[in-house]
């Protein structure tokens, strides 16, 4: 391995990668001293050797001892194998006790160890005095790091005299088997004064051993930790769980550097509030320069405890809130402003909501949006309420199927709609470099962003019409739930956001169930959507259509309405009826052979003939049955009148039958009579044997 390559891998392990400054040229952090900045530089030579120099002047010895390679590692000719390697021995035997240690390449030499912490303390000084060559050692303040009530590391300050270059020269010391080395301890690494940190209070951070101290003379519980601003990662956040953290940030890029690392590791370990808090910001301490600290506001003489504590509660009023990266957005309910539901359509499409229609392809969903978008462009009255009209507004028109110029603008113009309100959204354009437009088509989860930018386009829109949603959503798996919830749960919130309603239109599928489990995909689209309506053909009238309510969570579910396409010129529009109606959405269901119409009645009456094939039933017990059956009473009447069932009594017994060829007279449908009389003398009985099977429910 290259000297260069060991080096830097070896730096890289530190957490103090090279940064290219030149052609061979690096700077880096030192690793002989607690460097805050990239004092050292390391140049590769024409030979590859390494050329190291450090501003703050660690010698060579000190600078390569600090990454635990010998001084040898730096030149092209070193072996980097084992002392028995290179002796061609055999590797001396492990002790399988041993931990297995995972080292740089090259030999590792640990750092000197030293019994006492005072020992540790003198070398450190010694070596300050001859990095910054100076005749005396520099006045020292030592800051002690507990764990478990024992001192395990000391952050040993020197503060360096005038014409120095800089003010302090930082060494750590840390205690470990072998005794004190002049190295910063292993991570984690205790809090400073974490012994003091007890209880749940609020914790107040600054940075730096003296800003800590500053903050305890103020009363509070101040703390840092080790290592300084590049280094926050490697303490122990532990003791911040469950407490407020207020984070006092110093006035210079590091400053806020280190204040945003700690914030976020507070966040982290599950601190309750995390709080910045910027001095400059109180107007008393507008000017204070750039690096200043709580230390240097509280050193001013213009500054009393008092005063600073004073100040700085107003600070804490109005700290910054720190949110983290990632984190459960979470309300508190006495803070939301209650706000009542807008509707476009009172009580049918909700403003800033996702509504879905959906229907069969030939139940006139289209015709039906093409009559909402006319109504929003005009401001005419809705059908169940004519009389009050409303401001016009601008629809913007998603419709991927009908032709712009033969189906669309003639619906509208039937409609009555103001055209110049209602926007048709077609493929999305790029322009490409040569000036050539490009288009494709457009999609919901592509191109949403650029949706909302064409209604900033449209201010006064209240409606998005979107028909059908499918067409938009292509490459997504419609049946699965998920896929279609993150389409529409972005198109939801852009309604929110925005307060424009949005109405998707849907086809149903061709299978089996309940109507809100007929739309056609998954139950995302019905579960996203806050109102949904189905259109149904009307199986009595199939020129008429019915409206009818399928899902509501912001309104009663009211009722239905009725609607015909009706001839009006060259292109047929809808004509509401008056009055609304009571048909439900359950009622209108798929048969298991694919085709749409009444099942449900046709399924009750399947039930009722099941039923009554072996005789009549008394009408109370029937009543019952279909109710445990899941029939409605309003569907098994249809299924009794599509039968022909009619109710008679035989003694104090109402009950019912399947109708007989025999009983029906010219004109009158067939079924039981109602009353069965005397030996047949006030009406006809049914047979006898319906009168004898009713025995068994006597």
């Known amino acids: 391995m290259e000297p260069f390559e060991r080096f830097e891998a070896a730096m890289r392990g530190l957490g103090r990668p090279l940064k290219r400054v030149g052609s061979h040229k690096y700077t880096a952090r030192c690793p002989a001293h607690d460097d805050e900045h990239a004092s050292l530089s ?57 931990p297995r240690t995972r080292g740089t390449s090259g030999t590792v030499r640990p750092p000197t160890s030293y019994r006492r912490k005072e020992d540790a303390i003198e070398a450190a000084a010694r070596l300050v005095q001859r990095a910054n060559q100076l005749a005396e050692c520099p006045t020292r303040t030592d800051f002690e ?195 009542t539901v807008e509707w476009v359509w009172p009580g049918r499409i909700p403003a800033g909501k996702l509504t879905m229609i959906v229907g069969d392809p030939s139940a006139g969903k289209s015709f039906l949006s093409m009559d909402i978008a006319a109504r929003v462009s005009t401001g005419v009255g809705w059908p169940d309420d004519p009389g009050a009209t409303r401001s016009s507004a601008d629809v913007l028109l998603l419709n991927d199927e009908d032709g712009l110029a033969d189906t669309i603008h003639p619906r509208l113009v039937a ?150 396409i009706v001839a009006h010129g060259d292109m047929p529009r809808l004509e509401w009826e008056s009055e609304p109606v009571d048909n439900r959405a359950d009622d209108f269901t798929i048969s298991d052979d694919g085709r749409r119409d009444q099942s449900a009645v046709d399924e009750a009456a399947d039930w009722l003939k099941d039923v009554l094939a072996v005789g009549p039933v008394p009408s109370k017990e029937l009543d019952k049955r279909a109710e445990e059956d899941g029939i409605r009473p309003r569907t098994l009447r249809r299924a009794k009148k599509t039968l022909g069932v009619r109710p008679f009594r035989s003694g104090a017994i109402w009950a019912c039958a399947l109708p007989q060829p025999s009983d029906a007279t010219p004109g009158e449908p067939t079924g039981c009579r109602t009353e069965l009389g005397q030996g047949g003398q006030v009406g006809q009985a049914p047979e006898a044997g319906h009168v004898g099977q009713l025995d068994r429910w006597r």
């Open 42 to 98: 390391v140049t590769v030579g024409n030979d590859g050797r390494l050329l190291l120099y450090c501003f703050a002047g660690c010698d060579f010895e000190e600078i390569m001892r600090g990454v635990n390679l010998e001084p040898q590692a730096a030149f092209p000719d070193y072996d980097d194998r084992p002392p028995h390697r290179r002796l061609g021995q055999r590797p001396p035997a492990r002790d399988a006790r041993a």
């Open 415 to 564: 409609a009555e709609a103001n055209l110049a309100r209602v926007h048709h959204v077609g493929a999305t354009r790029r322009w490409s470099d040569d000036g050539e437009a490009t288009y494709r088509p457009f999609h919901l989860a592509a191109d949403l962003r650029l949706l909302e930018d064409e209604l900033k386009r449209h201010p006064n829109s209240k409606l998005i019409i979107i028909d059908p949603i499918n067409a938009y959503i292509s490459g997504t798996d419609a049946h699965k739930d998920v896929d279609i919830r993150s389409i529409l749960t972005p198109l939801a919130q852009l309604a929110e956001r925005t307060g424009i309603s949005v109405v998707a239109i849907c086809h149903l599928r061709k299978s089996a169930g309940k109507a809100i489990h007929s739309v056609l995909g998954s139950i995302g689209y019905v579960g996203v959507a806050r109102v949904v309506w189905l259109v149904a053909l009307d199986q009595d009238n199939r020129e008429r259509r019915l409206f009818l309510p399928l899902k509501n969570n912001l309104a009663p579910l009211g009722l239905g309405l009725a609607y015909r």
């Open 145 to 339: 790091y507990l764990a478990g009530g024992e001192v395990v590391a000391v952050s040993l300050r020197f503060d360096l005299p005038p014409g120095s270059g800089r003010s302090k020269d930082i060494r750590p010391i840390a205690r470990g088997e072998n005794g004190w080395t002049i190295t910063a301890p292993p991570a984690p690494r205790p809090l400073f004064r974490v012994d003091e940190l007890t209880g749940d209070g609020p914790v107040f951070m600054g940075e730096g051993e003296v800003c800590a101290l500053a903050l305890v003379t103020l009363g509070l519980a101040g703390t840092t930790s080790f290592g300084g601003s590049n280094a926050p990662q490697h303490s122990d956040w532990s003791p911040m769980a469950g407490r407020d953290v207020y984070i006092l940030v110093d006035r210079d890029k590091a400053g806020e550097g280190y204040g945003q690392k700690v914030a976020q590791i507070a966040v982290e370990v599950g601190a309750r509030h995390v709080y910045i808090i910027r001095l400059w910001e109180h107007e008393s301490w507008a000017d204070l320069p750039v690096g200043g600290d709580i230390a240097d506001v509280l050193d001013s003489p213009d500054e009393t405890p008092e005063s600073v504590r004073t100040k700085l509660e107003t600070l804490i009023e109005r700290a910054e809130l720190v949110e983290p990266a990632e984190r459960l957005s979470v309300t508190r309910m006495d803070r939301v402003e209650p706000q």
